[in-house]
């Protein structure tokens, strides 16, 4: 070899691990997306006006969202409900039920190839099995969203127990799935009790009705102790085969945040392997009040809580069995 060739290798040597770098560039991440986001919300503007907020969300909006995060499609739960709880005393109550669920179903029937309306109502009020009755028939709404908390339901006076299993059972005969905010109201108990009560006697009065227990028994943001007593009630259930826990889903709306801690996230991660990645289903609420949207709220998601790839597969592919009506 020449002096002059051997002058000439360091700069091959650059040139072959330059095009090693090109050839072999990072591999990107190729974490899945969720087909759907099972638990989403609008602001309509009488809500908005109710809450005394400035901010709205239409369909128009929430589909931009999803858009922005990959996923299909949605369910949107009509907030009717809010106008039921007592501690409001909103005027002309039952018409502005009436009138949030009609809004929803509006809203939703503008894409109807992508979203599905849920609608709400108090199991409490008198004219909760006549609205049920009347939502069964709008178009583009093809079940129920409960929120027991904001309802003022506590599961352990038994007259709102016989209220809730009635409107559970009116839900079973219509075909109706079932989407159910478990938390009680702030203030009131709740725990594993509330959620054998709930099993034993709301959730077996509708044998053939999914039931979606959003936040993972919790209310979100977060994933908090009494959330955790409650999931081992239905995880005791699934685990020992308890016909009323056949149709059982969780979603995981909002139960990790940006302040999820490493312990809280693997309790998580137990509680769903525990009763079955394929029960489980991703939702993003509704993004405001620090809140994220779909996009962020999945990335949050699936980096706080410690799954294995083919779980997160899982998750992301999970569909629900109401969405093929």
């Excluded at 739960?77 to 509006?106: C, F, H, M, P």
């Excluded at 149709?247 to 309790?267: K, M, P, Q, Y």
Aim: aromatic share 6%; net charge neutral.
């Amino acid at each position: 070899m020449t002096n002059q060739n051997a002058s000439k290798l360091p700069l091959i040597f650059a040139a072959i691990c330059l095009a090693a770098c090109v050839a072999k560039p990072v591999a990107p991440d190729r974490s899945p997306l969720p087909v759907g986001s099972y638990h989403q919300h609008l602001i309509s503007p009488a809500t908005g006006e109710l809450w005394e907020i400035p901010e709205r969300l239409d369909a128009k909006e929430l589909i931009a969202q999803l858009d922005d995060a990959g996923i299909r499609r949605a369910v949107v739960l009509s907030v009717a409900y809010i106008y039921g709880d007592d501690r409001r005393q909103v005027a002309d109550e039952q018409a502005k039920v009436r009138a949030e669920n009609d809004w929803t179903a509006a809203q939703v029937g503008r894409w109807p190839q992508r979203l599905v309306g849920f609608c709400g109502l108090s199991p409490l009020r008198s004219y909760a099995l006549e609205e049920l009755e009347r939502c069964a028939r709008l178009p583009n709404m093809h079940g129920l969203k409960l929120h027991l908390g904001n309802s003022g339901v506590s599961l352990r006076n038994p007259r709102h127990v016989e209220a809730l299993g009635a409107v559970f059972e009116a839900a079973d005969a219509l075909k109706l799935p079932i989407v159910v905010h478990l938390r009680a109201r702030s203030g009131q108990p709740y725990g594993a009790e509330d959620a054998a009560i709930f099993l034993n006697k709301v959730v077996a009065r509708a044998p053939n009705t999914v039931v979606q227990i959003a936040h993972l028994a919790g209310a979100g943001p977060g994933y908090p102790d009494y959330a955790d007593e409650a999931m081992g009630v239905f995880v005791d259930a699934i685990k020992s085969r308890d016909p009323a826990a056949r149709n059982l889903f969780f979603d995981v709306t909002s139960v990790a945040t940006s302040d999820t801690t490493r312990e809280n996230g693997a309790l998580i991660a137990r509680r769903i392997r525990e009763v079955g990645a394929h029960r489980v289903l991703f939702g993003a609420d509704l993004s405001i009040g620090g809140n994220p949207p779909p996009a962020q709220a999945w990335e949050i998601f699936r980096t706080k809580v410690p799954l294995t790839p083919a779980e997160l597969r899982t998750i992301a592919a999970n569909v629900p069995p109401y969405m093929g009506m």
